[in-house]
């Protein structure tokens, strides 16, 4: 059974930053694409960031140039460093990862983000809200 863990949110004002990291466990191959997406009570989520195990990354338009994704292979952890917060950014982010033989790898290496049904595991997620 796999499991994912978040941590790392919280609160901070506008322009501060946050990292937020995420444990899989329970994986028998190692292949697997990871990633986070947000929502904001009453509307949809939204990808955020995705990485697969070569390094190949997606970012979200919003968070380009803010955000970067990263791993640590061989503890099976990502994290996201979010720099110059905006209070747009405030939602509960879920950490996801895939099943081997999905998409998720082949539309990162295409420089695309995946999208939510490419993800079979999700998190419990963590909260973020950045304040004006």
């Known amino acids: 059974q796999v499991q994912l863990a978040e941590s790392g949110g919280g609160s901070v004002q506008s322009g501060g930053s946050l990292t937020l990291s995420c444990a899989a466990s329970?994986?028998?191959?190692?292949?697997?694409?990871m990633g986070w997406f947000r929502q904001v009570p009453g509307k949809e989520r939204e990808g955020v960031a995705a990485?697969?195990?070569?390094?190949?990354?997606g970012y979200a338009d919003s968070v380009k140039g803010r955000f970067t994704i990263s791993q640590d292979n061989a503890k099976r952890i990502i994290s996201l460093q979010m720099n110059n917060l905006k209070p747009e950014d405030t939602a509960m982010y879920y950490c996801?990862?895939?099943?081997?033989?999905?998409?998720?790898?082949?539309?990162?290496?295409?420089?695309?983000?995946?999208?939510?049904?490419?993800?079979?595991?999700w998190g419990q997620g963590t909260q973020v809200t950045v304040s004006s």
């Open positions: 329970g994986y028998t191959d190692n292949s697997a694409s």
């Open positions: 990485i697969d195990r070569d390094g190949n990354t």
């Open positions: 996801v990862a895939d099943s081997p033989g999905s998409p998720a790898s082949l539309l990162l290496r295409a420089g695309r983000l995946p999208l939510e049904p490419d993800f079979n595991y």
